[in-house]
């Protein structure tokens, strides 16, 4: 293993149903009153701690998971997922008597984005305590995933985000996070996630949302709520050069060091400050040489794959970026590494069951995978 990295915040059990191809959309098939037949249901480890971590044990990262479980059938079913990876995988994870575990039931039907029945459970209660100081030890990156789950995280301006990443911070670690979209109407919906973010940002060091959700949160009034002037932009202006040059510009303002916004079949786009200072600030796996990791804007395209499901593919292609950083690659191998290990996942149904080791990614690249065309250009 080279490197080792924790991966805190949301796990939960996924639930995937195997639907049968009847032609119909998801949509269709879900009408009330209608019995629709299934095919047997995968159990797999979901959420952000399962997810990045399993996929960067399998690309050869050290990896410590922390997260909170409840005392429970769905927990046990979790737990024994993970242990069968690698038994000192769950030693991480806390477990509750109070809380119920976590589950997202994921319905993916073919020709329909997926859809997904999530409860949060035992995410809600988790805390800075739940990973203590001596886990920290002996790491050299911690990433920590999907706030917006996470009430207990986002509560009070993200007080114990804020005080698990400076702790991180102090330790000499290099810092990463990931967001999730604040379901319409739900508690986290309502937060001021651009007074949260201003005060989180300075001590992470990779921003690495999807297009979607962050934007949706950098919205005039703070808030994720909608409706009105508020209304969610279209998929087009997302993607439009000048509002991924404003989104970016506006979090790397607030302090991140790298900001690299996720696009789905439209890939990566990056931006990195300008401040040699920030980026060499970056912690253990700050770049040996800045110089090229500095006031960067790159865009890159995904890679040519048979889609099989997306489910966690935004996670394996952040543990993407994640590893590329612990091996010190320069920011377009980065990239390309990223984008590598996201298209490996999307050729399977279960969020990691086809992401390759360290060495098999390389060969693929090397190899002359083809790229999707894009729309954006720089």
Request: aromatic content about 4%; some cysteine; proline content about 5%.
């Amino acid at each position: 293993m080279i490197g080792r990295a924790i991966v805190a915040g949301h796990i939960c059990l996924d639930i995937l149903p195997r639907l049968t191809d009847t032609g119909e959309e998801l949509a269709a098939m879900l009408s009330p009153g209608r019995v629709v037949e299934a095919g047997a249901a995968l159990l797999s480890t979901g959420g952000a701690v399962a997810n990045v971590g399993l996929a960067l044990s399998r690309l050869g990262i050290g990896v410590r998971l922390a997260g909170r479980i409840g005392d429970d059938l769905f927990g046990r079913a979790l737990s024994s997922l993970l242990a069968a990876v690698d038994p000192s995988l769950p030693e991480g994870i806390r477990v509750s008597k109070r809380d119920a575990t976590s589950y997202s039931i994921v319905l993916s039907a073919k020709g329909s984005d997926r859809t997904i029945l999530h409860f949060p459970g035992a995410n809600d209660a988790f805390c800075a305590d739940d990973l203590p100081e001596e886990g920290l030890s002996g790491c050299d990156l911690l990433h920590f995933g999907y706030p917006p789950a996470m009430r207990a995280i986002y509560r009070d301006e993200g007080a114990e985000l804020v005080r698990l990443l400076t702790r991180a911070k102090a330790a000499g670690l290099t810092t990463s996070l990931d967001m999730s979209y604040p379901p319409p109407g739900s508690e986290a919906a309502r937060v001021d996630w651009r007074s949260l973010l201003r005060r989180a940002l300075p001590f992470v060091d990779l921003f690495i949302p999807a297009v979607e959700e962050i934007s949706l949160m950098l919205r005039e009034g703070g808030s994720a709520r909608g409706g009105g002037e508020d209304a969610p932009l279209g998929r087009d202006a997302l993607l439009e050069l000048e509002h991924l040059r404003r989104t970016s510009g506006a979090l790397l303002d607030m302090g991140c060091a790298l900001c690299v916004l996720k696009l789905g079949d439209e890939g990566l786009y990056l931006r990195s400050s300008g401040e040699r200072a920030r980026i060499a600030a970056m912690g253990r796996c700050a770049p040996a040489d800045p110089t090229g990791w500095i006031g960067r804007e790159l865009h890159a395209p995904c890679f040519s794959v048979r889609v099989a499901g997306t489910t966690g593919a935004g996670d394996c292609t952040a543990a993407g970026f994640i590893a590329g950083l612990v091996r010190r690659l320069s920011l377009e191998e980065d990239l390309t590494c990223a984008l590598g290990v996201g298209a490996y996942a999307v050729e399977g149904v279960e969020a990691i069951g086809k992401v390759p080791d360290w060495e098999a990614l390389r060969r693929r690249i090397a190899a002359g995978w083809p790229r999707a065309t894009s729309r954006i250009s720089l």
